[in-house]
């Protein structure tokens, strides 16, 4: 099996994705949002690109009679006049149960929807469920590629580290001895060289993902704004055995990318 890694959004523009399953990472805070707001009972999540357009898409959800919650930040900032922010403790289970979530975001979402038009299956994944995504694309069995949103076009450190995380999974459900006794293709894995960088920032912090964020430029953006229990919700590592998936439910909301619990 073939693991592949591209580093931003950006990147995903020109990639070739199809028949394979990609993982898409913004670990800071949109795929967090994501898999707590589903694990939370959330109904569905349209993620959007464009602020004017999430609001269209979510009062049109409204005038369904479909319960609805709009969401979105830039820069970190929730959008003015916009309900929620992108803080995946916002999204308790009395406040999304039942309800759809319109989401837009600086960089998550516009990954999600770059992935969601190019690859056969899209899952969303973070620290909070890297275990559980690895068991579902080792199950799927196909070519994995690992999309980090990145952050402006750039690198992004906890985003890596996230696709680290269900790199260092797949290694152990196809090798259980290989952490112990790591042989280059051991394991079965063919991994493309940004993956391998992104299993040892795995090796280097799976005691302590937190750290990760008080090393990346934007964990500690977010921490001087005041969110680092944010932080601390989403540097739980294998908490959620959710396994968002993009697709199911496309008639809701027709050109609209749709994520849901697999």
Same mark, same amino acid.
């Given at each position: 099996m073939r693991v592949t890694l591209y580093p931003t959004a950006e990147s995903l523009e020109q990639a070739f994705l199809a028949g394979g399953t990609a993982?898409?990472?913004?670990?800071?805070?949109?795929?967090?949002?994501?898999?707590?707001?589903?694990?939370?009972?959330?109904?569905?999540?349209?993620?959007?690109?464009?602020?004017?357009?999430a609001q269209e898409v979510a009062a049109r959800l409204a005038?369904?009679? #479909?319960?609805?919650?709009?969401?979105?930040?830039?820069?970190?900032?929730? #959008?003015?006049g916009f309900p929620h922010g992108n803080s995946p403790l916002e999204f308790r289970p009395e406040v999304?149960?039942?309800?759809?979530?319109?989401?837009?975001?600086?960089?998550?979402?516009?990954?999600?929807?770059?992935?969601?038009?190019?690859?056969?299956?899209?899952?969303?994944?973070?620290?909070?469920?890297?275990?559980?995504v690895a068991r579902e694309?080792?199950?799927?069995?196909?070519?994995v590629i690992l999309a980090c949103a990145g952050t402006q076009g750039e690198f992004s450190l906890e985003d890596a580290l996230g696709a680290g995380m269900v790199v260092l999974e797949m290694m $152990?459900?196809?090798?259980?001895?290989?952490?112990?006794?790591?042989?280059p293709g051991a394991s079965g894995l063919?991994?493309?060289d940004f993956a391998v960088a992104a299993l040892h920032l795995a090796l280097a912090y799976k005691?302590?993902?937190?750290?990760?964020?008080?090393?990346?430029?934007?964990?500690? $953006?977010?921490?001087?704004?005041?969110?680092a229990a944010d932080l601390d919700w989403c540097a739980s590592l294998n908490?959620?055995?959710?396994?968002?998936?993009?697709?199911?439910? $496309?008639? #809701? #909301?027709?050109?609209?990318?749709?994520?849901?619990?697999s």
């Open positions: 993982v898409v990472f913004d670990v800071l805070r949109a795929t967090s949002t994501i898999v707590t707001a589903l694990a939370h009972g959330c109904r569905g999540v349209v993620t959007v690109v464009d602020p004017a357009e005038g369904g009679n #479909i319960p609805v919650l709009l969401a979105g930040e830039r820069g970190g900032e929730k #959008i003015p999304v149960g039942g309800r759809m979530l319109v989401l837009t975001t600086s960089n998550g979402t516009r990954a999600l929807n770059l992935a969601a038009g190019r690859a056969g299956t899209v899952l969303v994944g973070s620290l909070l469920n890297a275990r559980a694309a080792c199950r799927l069995g196909r070519d $152990k459900m196809a090798d259980p001895g290989w952490l112990y006794c790591p042989t063919d991994l493309s005691d302590n993902p937190r750290r990760a964020f008080d090393h990346s430029l934007h964990g500690r $953006k977010l921490f001087s704004m005041g969110l908490t959620c055995e959710v396994v968002p998936v993009v697709g199911e439910g $496309k008639e #809701i #909301i027709p050109g609209c990318p749709v994520i849901v619990r």
